[in-house]
Each structure stands twice: as C-alpha cells, then as structure tokens.
C-alpha cells in the first residue's frame, strides 16, 4: 500500500508541473526502491506498528483518546480542545505527557535508544 501511495503522490506531483510529461521511469525507479522495503524489511516495520499498538493500548485512557485525536483523526489541537472542553495549553500538555509515556513503553521494548 505505501507503493500505491507513493505513486500517487508522485503522478499527482508530475500533475502539478504540466509543464514535464510522466516519465515511466520515475514509477520503475520507485517500484525498485520499494522492493527494499519487503521481505524482511516489511515484517520488521509490522512487528513496530504492533508494538505501537501495544504501548497504545496500555496508556491510560486519557492519554490514548488525545493521541488519536491529534495523531490518527488528524484533528488541529484548538480542535481537540473543543472536543474535551479545554483549552489548547491543556491539550498541549496532555500530548507532551503521553507521548512521554508512550517513549517510556517504546524504550522498554527496545523500540527507542
């Protein structure tokens, strides 16, 4: 799926410059490039999304609802605080506390230096 979404991004991107036509060969050099990332390479980053998944679901409740706001439903942080009825300082705070607990989860499983 990330090819799928790199070479969309791509031809979007030769969309915007009308001015060159698609070159086939940016597509063939990006699908060369993704090879690398298969095999081996795939499994190691599904067994990090699981971790990830995993330090997620053991914050607390509050900590996890303000990530995913922020983070998965991409929502700006004047949004969030509207959504939780605070203000965006709170929000802020709220983010830098459960990113710092997240770290703490990662760093125990080896994910983080």
Known sequence: WIRGIGARIAMDHA???RAQPMDP???EDLERHAAAFDGDHASAFR???LTLD???SRL???AADV???VYQANLSL???AAQLSLNEEAVKKRVQRARALLGECLHQKGLLA
Request: hydrophobic share 45%.
């Open 47 to 49: 067994n990090r999304l």
């Open 54 to 56: 995993e330090c997620l």
């Open 15 to 17: 969309g915007k410059k």
């Open 67 to 69: 990530l995913r706001l």
């Open 25 to 27: 060969a940016m597509l």
């Open 78 to 80: 004047k949004h969030v």
């Open 60 to 62: 607390p409740a509050e």
